[in-house]
């Protein structure tokens, strides 16, 4: 399974960027799939995830209510819209996709078997 992520870029505060998720080599229906970010100096982070069937969704407490985490099922694409984006945004994002019970765990790096090549957001005036 490859990941590639699109949609990044410049974008003022306030502003909104829509990031996408697509897989290839293998239907990705029955992965979990999510979202983490590492800005410049620092760690991953986890951003958000949904469940393979998209009904179970997660944020982390700095984006929720700002981004929203979607499915196509139909397309095998994954879409992350963050609205109202802050400097403190600015990080590469990176789509991931792991199977297995979708727990507590789906916040850490450890659970996703597969990690996408990583797209840049830029959130600065």
């Known amino acids: 399974v490859q990941l590639q992520a699109c949609g990044g870029g410049l974008v003022q505060p306030g502003g909104s960027l829509r990031l996408s998720c697509a897989a290839s080599?293998?239907?990705?229906?029955?992965?979990?799939m999510g979202w983490f970010r590492q800005a410049p100096g620092k760690g991953r982070e986890f951003v958000a995830a949904?469940?393979?069937?998209?009904?179970?969704?997660s944020y982390a407490d700095s984006v929720k209510g700002r981004f929203t985490i979607s499915k196509d099922i139909a397309n095998d694409r994954a879409s992350l819209q963050m609205d109202s984006l802050k400097s403190e945004d600015t990080a590469v994002y990176y789509c991931?996709?792991?199977?297995?019970?979708?727990?507590?765990?789906?916040?850490?790096?450890?659970?996703?078997?597969?990690w996408g090549q990583g797209t840049h957001v830029t959130v600065s005036s």
């Open positions: 949904i469940s393979y069937r998209g009904t179970d969704k």
């Open positions: 991931v996709a792991g199977g297995g019970p979708f727990g507590t765990n789906r916040y850490t790096t450890d659970y996703y078997d597969y």
């Open positions: 080599g293998r239907t990705y229906n029955a992965f979990n």
